[in-house]
Every structure is written in C-alpha cells, then in structure tokens.
T-cell receptor, first 110, second 114 residues
Framework: GQSLEQPSEVTAVEGAIVQINCTYQTSGFYGLSWYQQHDGGAPTFLSYNALDGLEETGRFSSFLSRSDSYGYLLLQELQMKDSASYFCAVKRVQGGKLIFGQGTELSVKP | GAGVSQSPSNKVTEKGKDVELRCDPISGHTALYWYRQSLGQGLEFLIYFQGNSAPDKSGLPSDRFSAERTGGSVSTLTIQRTQQEDSAVYLC????????????FGQGTRLTVV
C-alpha cells in the first residue's frame, strides 16, 4: 500500500525552531510536498522537494531523502500565526493520485 | 474566477436524501481532486480526474458516492441516500497537470447529515 506517517501534534514556543517529520511507504512518486491548513481554512501549498536535499523558502525549509523514505518540514523563528496543521503529500507517477499524511497540528505558545 | 470555487459552502440535509456538491476548478487546470475531511482529521482521497483519462475512483467509500467532470472543467460530487457518517468537509482541488504537484484547494463544502 501507500502511506505517509507524521506526528499527530507538536508544541513549540514563539521564536523557536520546529521540525515536522514525514516517513512514507510508497514508490514511484514525483516528490514530497507540504501543505499548511489553518483552522476552518483550506490547505495551501508550502513547498515541494523533487530531489533529495534541502529546499529553503524564507522561514520554512523542506528536506527529502528518497533512500531513507523520509522528509521533514523545518519552521524557523516561529510566530503565533504558524499555529496550524501541516500535511506532507506525495503524487504517484502511476495514475497521478495525490496522497496526504494525517497531518501534524502545530501549536505555537507565547 | 481566480481560485477554486465550491458550492454550496454549507449544506444540511436529512438522512436518506441525495446531495450534489459542485467544484469549479481554476481555468486551464487539467487535474481535479476530491477529498473528504472529518473534524480534526486528515485528507481522505476520494476521486481524481486528469484530462480525458478515466478517473481514479479508488477512494470512493461506497457506491452511494459518484462524481463526474463535464467538459474537463466543472465537477459534481453526488452522495445518494446520505448517512450521518457522511458528515464532513468535502474539499476540491485542481492542479495544472499530471506532473504538477502543487494543488490549489477550494474552501470546501461542510456537509451535515441530520
């Protein structure tokens, strides 16, 4: 089958750094994506790793290691507005289905 | 419009009734997805349309669920004989093409079956 595993929740303080891990059991996918969803809102795209390594976009970075079937989202200089759910996702080459993990609820405390 | 539009935003229906949920994707996007999200849960894949290819229906939970996409644009998700367990937010997303991994989501339809 195909599945993505993430921690269900993470808590951190304002200004800190937090890493949200994603391990997956799937093959033949285009890359690993990350989405953010605030309470009551729609998921929005954050980042995409097509190749192994680190991609940086402002305060957010994302990492992929295909050999380890592992990726993570790194959030730096945390702000209260970063409190949200974060989902990793993969898009399968065969068929093109976009599959999401169960999501990690991040709570940023003052 | 500029983004993915879903209607209605909220729907309350009686158990046993049929409902239709509509999705207008971003113009030119060939890929369209439907997901279901229960409160505090993840995104459950329902169905995927890509261009003129046969849709991937592998996520539909029962034969009460069906979806179509007319003219490669607007999509309708139909739930027949609704049950209370169908209550959830139904999200639609579109993407420029099969290889593109960035999906743009609508605001969803909150379905409540009473």
């Amino acid at each position: 089958g195909q599945s993505l595993e993430q921690p269900s929740e993470v808590t951190a303080v304002e200004g800190a750094i937090v890493q949200i891990n994603c391990t997956y059991q799937t093959s033949g996918f285009y890359g690993l994506s990350w989405y953010q969803q605030h309470d009551g809102g729609a998921p929005t795209f954050l980042s995409y790793n097509a190749l192994d390594g680190l991609e940086e976009t402002g305060r957010f970075s994302s990492f992929l290691s295909r050999s380890d079937s592992y990726g993570y989202l790194l959030l730096q200089e945390l702000q209260m507005k970063d409190s949200a759910s974060y989902f990793c996702a993969v898009k399968r080459v065969q068929g093109g289905k976009l599959i999401f993990g169960q999501g990690t609820e991040l709570s940023v405390k003052p | 419009g500029a983004g993915v539009s879903q209607s209605p935003s909220n729907k309350v229906t009686e158990k046993g009734k049929d409902v239709e949920l509509r999705c207008d994707p971003i113009s030119g996007h060939t890929a369209l997805y439907w997901y279901r999200q229960s409160l505090g849960q993840g995104l459950e894949f329902l169905i995927y349309f890509q261009g003129n290819s046969a849709p991937d229906k592998s996520g539909l939970p029962s034969d009460r669920f069906s979806a179509e996409r007319t003219g490669g644009s607007v999509s309708t998700l139909t739930i027949q004989r609704t049950q209370q367990e169908d209550s959830a937010v139904y999200l639609c997303a579109s993407s420029p093409g099969q290889m593109n991994t960035e999906a743009f989501f609508g605001q969803g339809t909150r379905l409540t079956v009473v």
